[in-house]
């Protein structure tokens, strides 16, 4: 999320990074300059809102002052004029608090919906087609036979399942089996051991369901929720009635402090508790990550760190679940782009002054395990039409897929600034004893294990149908260097 304060002091900057991000077009920059506008309003009634309270609070405060001197005085006038201007600021003020909120909110959503700024080095363009090749590894192979595509290889095998699993969850789903099974396994594990052995990252088994505040914080929600798997437990009328009782009575004692509560209360209870139950939730709604960079980043949320705790880098293989609701048509045959799928994420919360830094060193962890296991690959930098909604600088790394014949996207390794840690209260107390700043957070896959095993599946192909296991996977196959069809 953006500071505020930023744009009213340099509303051209957002302008132009939004614009940026629309590839310069007229529309881009007139309906950023729209916007900015839209926020400076906002904020400039927001603000007006909140003296005209101050004010309103202070001269409460002082009227209610001069009412015990008036009486002193024994003005009696004077004190009940007093009394009944204090009754009227006590009418206005619920009302102007009600307005600050609601400015708030507006503006805070709308914020909220806002990407971040791209780094002045990121390429500008309109799409994947203007991002730039930084660099690449290894050469595509040739073979003595046409390669087949990771589906038609594990479909040959009998160890790769499509059809049995659209038969228990629908479409973009799969099945692996047997030695398959094993290989996808082991392609977690063995990225999870070079990252920690070796890239000095630390191991963490997140929750893989989190609320919705966790998925605010890394930009998940509000804008992308059509992009996400959520899960809800019903509750049931116990529960309701015994979650709006225990509010009952915390409201009650709120407004009553002095009351001992007893009997004769009960039914004052009950009518707050009937008001409850009528904007209770009936159910308790949890989202499948769509990725671990959600709980491993917002670790941090709410908290102030020691500078001597960064750079924090931390790694995790979980299950990720995308309802993919904008790739319709897009990758329907095999594992490219599925509902449910495995990957080892990196995450990084860093200083800002170290943040270029460390997002160069996590591209190069994550290619890495692909250099371990020989797979040819280009690094790409995304350009501004192209790059995530939280990202400020993206490499993608996308490996060749024989099969298919071409480059397909296996990792995205993003710098973004504070803009998840403004969302998340995210900060740190630097070393010199200045006061708390935001950290930066970054992201990457280190890498998607799915697509991994598509890479290995058809770079590793044999013409008999089998495949070959890379000599890096071998400490994890329990003694199998070859992938055959099951008997």
């Known amino acids: 999320m953006h500071d505020i304060k930023?744009?009213?002091d340099e509303p051209a900057g957002l302008i132009d990074a939004l614009a940026r991000r629309g590839n310069r077009s007229d529309e881009a920059k007139a309906a950023a300059e729209a916007l900015v506008a839209k926020l400076l309003d906002l904020d400039t009634r927001r603000r007006e809102t909140l003296t005209k309270l101050e004010t309103?609070?202070?001269?409460?405060?002082?009227a209610s002052k001069e009412i015990g001197q008036a009486k002193a005085k024994k003005d009696e006038a004077t004190a009940s004029a007093l009394m009944a201007e204090v009754a009227k600021l006590k009418e206005d003020v619920p009302a102007l608090e009600a307005e600050a909120k609601s400015i708030e909110a507006e503006l805070n959503g709308e914020l909220a919906a806002i990407p971040n700024a791209p780094l002045a080095e990121v390429p500008e363009g309109a799409d994947e087609h203007d991002n730039v090749e930084k660099s690449r590894f290894g050469a595509p192979r040739t073979y003595s036979f046409p390669p087949k595509q990771h589906f038609e290889v594990g479909e040959g095998l009998g160890q790769m399942d499509f059809e049995t699993a659209a038969k228990l969850s629908g479409a973009r789903f799969v099945v692996n089996k047997g030695p398959l099974a094993r290989l996808e396994r082991a392609l977690g594990q063995f990225f999870l051991d070079v990252h920690t052995d070796e890239h000095g990252y630390m191991e963490v088994n997140p929750p893989i369901l989190v609320r919705d505040d966790a998925m605010f914080g890394t930009a998940q929600l509000p804008k992308f929720e059509e992009d996400q798997f959520a899960t809800s437990r019903a509750r049931t009328d116990f529960e309701l009635r015994a979650h709006a009782f225990l509010n009952a009575v915390e409201e009650f004692r709120c407004k009553n402090p002095e009351v001992q509560l007893d009997q004769?209360?009960?039914?004052?209870?009950?009518?707050?508790?009937?008001?409850?139950?009528?904007?209770?939730?009936?159910?308790?709604?949890l989202w499948l990550i769509p990725t671990a960079e959600v709980p491993l980043t917002n670790l941090v949320r709410e908290s102030i760190l020691?500078?001597?705790?960064?750079?924090?880098r931390l790694t995790a293989c979980t299950p990720c679940f995308r309802a993919e609701a904008g790739a319709a048509g897009r990758d329907t045959r095999g594992m490219i782009r599925q509902h449910q799928f495995t990957k080892v994420e990196l995450v990084s919360i860093t200083t800002p002054e170290k943040s270029a830094e460390e997002h160069e060193r996590m591209l190069a962890c994550a290619e890495a395990v692909l250099k371990k296991l020989d797979l040819a690959y280009r690094v790409v930098t995304l350009c501004t039409g192209d790059m995530g909604f939280a990202s400020q600088k993206t490499y993608d790394i996308e490996v060749w897929l024989p099969g298919q014949n071409a480059y397909r996207e296996i990792s995205s390794c993003s710098v973004c600034g504070d803009f998840q840690a403004r969302r998340m209260n995210a900060r740190y107390r630097p070393a010199e004893g200045k006061g708390p700043r935001y950290v930066h957070t970054l992201?990457?896959?280190?890498?998607?294990?799915?697509?991994?095993?598509?890479?290995?599946?058809?770079?590793?192909?044999q013409e008999n149908g089998s495949v070959a296991v890379p000599e890096a996977l071998l400490p994890y196959m329990g003694g199998l260097k070859m992938v055959e069809k099951l008997k």
């Open 443 to 461: 992201n990457g896959s280190g890498v998607a294990v799915g697509r991994a095993l598509v890479a290995v599946l058809e770079t590793y192909q």
């Open 306 to 312: 020691s500078e001597e705790e960064l750079p924090m």
């Open 56 to 62: 309103l609070l202070a001269r409460r405060n002082a």
């Open 6 to 8: 930023w744009i009213r």
């Open 264 to 285: 004769q209360h009960l039914s004052e209870l009950l009518e707050i508790q009937k008001r409850i139950i009528g904007t209770v939730e009936t159910t308790d709604r």
